[in-house]
């Protein structure tokens, strides 16, 4: 594998943590970060050991050495960053949600479809070996026909104001900062969105949704509970039935352990990592560059644009829209 240039565009705290697992990705060079403070690039730069700072986005953008662009950015400003990366022939890797509904998410596709480069959402869960495990032993029949599925991601924070989880301008909430996660992995189980939604929201008095529970129904019976929240602390966990078991998997959306009930009893398959776990989504952007594609076959553009879909239809039932919208 030739080595790959990496930008990172808004070095906040997720950006952190992405430097860190970028280490540990093969064919990744730290080369570039942009921020609309010079003085925060700077600092970023030094801490992280990447080559240079840029005190815009456009001057990352403009560097004709970098090759891929990670966006972490808050979620309503990803799509700004993105088209402007993608305009300038960069790949993008563009932390989730993707967008924050999906008319911003068919924009972003038929940008990077414009201009030919690739372009994935950064739904780390995917690429983590225990869901790669996951997945194995599901196509191997490990567990039957899959019939429903729970997944829970939840924290209790204190209520802050100024905070961008409690912010409707920057599209505060718990169903799009953790409960993206869930909506994705039953998407990525079943291969499909759901055909009926049933949802409970508390939004509270900031505007913000701290508590959403959904539903969902499955043509052929399927079934699959999610539980986001910002103001309840949960197992963080996903369980998937079968009809000859079911499989376990504790903190799903970046763990390293798979339990298995079956047939043969009960197996736990170990599967730790170096860093942060963020190396995993990196490698696949360079794997995917190194085979000419222009999205990800693990994580694809129609499916990032059906669950804004879906992440859309949750918000409807219950009239919840930002501001900006």
């Not at 950006?15 to 697992?21: M, Q, Y």
């Not at 596709?109 to 194995?136: D, G, L, Q, S, Y």
Request: with cysteine; charged share 20%.
């Amino acid at each position: 594998m030739r080595e790959y240039n990496w930008g990172i565009i808004g070095p906040g705290s997720i950006a952190k943590r992405f430097a860190e697992g970028l280490k540990h990705a093969p064919g990744a060079r730290l080369y570039a970060v942009g921020s609309r403070s010079i003085d925060r690039a700077e600092a970023f730069r030094s801490e992280y050991g990447f080559e240079k700072a840029y005190g815009s986005y456009g001057e990352l953008v403009n560097d004709k050495h970098v090759d891929i662009v990670y966006i972490a950015t808050p979620h309503p400003q990803h799509a700004e960053a993105a088209t402007l990366c993608m305009g300038g022939g960069k790949a993008v890797l563009c932390e989730k949600p993707f967008a924050v509904n999906k008319k911003q998410a068919a924009a972003m596709i038929e940008c990077a479809k414009k201009n030919n480069v690739f372009c994935m959402e950064a739904m780390w869960t995917r690429f983590f070996p225990a869901v790669k495990k996951t997945r194995e032993l599901i196509s191997a029949g490990a567990i039957g026909a899959v019939r429903h599925i729970s997944a829970d991601f939840g924290f209790r924070t204190a209520i802050n104001l100024e905070s961008r989880l409690f912010d409707p301008e920057c599209a505060g909430g718990s169903l799009l900062d953790v409960g993206c996660y869930n909506v994705s992995f039953c998407s990525m189980i079943y291969g499909k969105q759901p055909d009926h939604i049933h949802s409970l929201m508390d939004i509270g008095a900031s505007g913000a949704d701290e508590i959403t529970n959904v539903l969902f129904g499955y043509a052929g019976g399927q079934s699959a509970f999610c539980l986001s929240a910002i103001r309840l602390s949960t197992a963080q966990e996903a369980t998937i039935y079968g009809e000859e078991g079911y499989i376990k998997l504790p903190g799903y959306w970046h763990g390293d352990k798979v339990i298995l009930s079956g047939k043969d009893g009960v197996q736990t398959f170990e599967l730790p990592f170096e860093s942060t776990g963020f190396q995993f989504e990196a490698s696949e952007v360079m794997a995917c560059l190194e085979q000419g594609l222009k999205e990800s076959p693990l994580m694809p553009l129609h499916e990032t644009l059906a669950i804004a879909g879906t992440l859309d239809n949750i918000r409807a039932q219950h009239g919840l829209r930002y501001p900006f919208e």
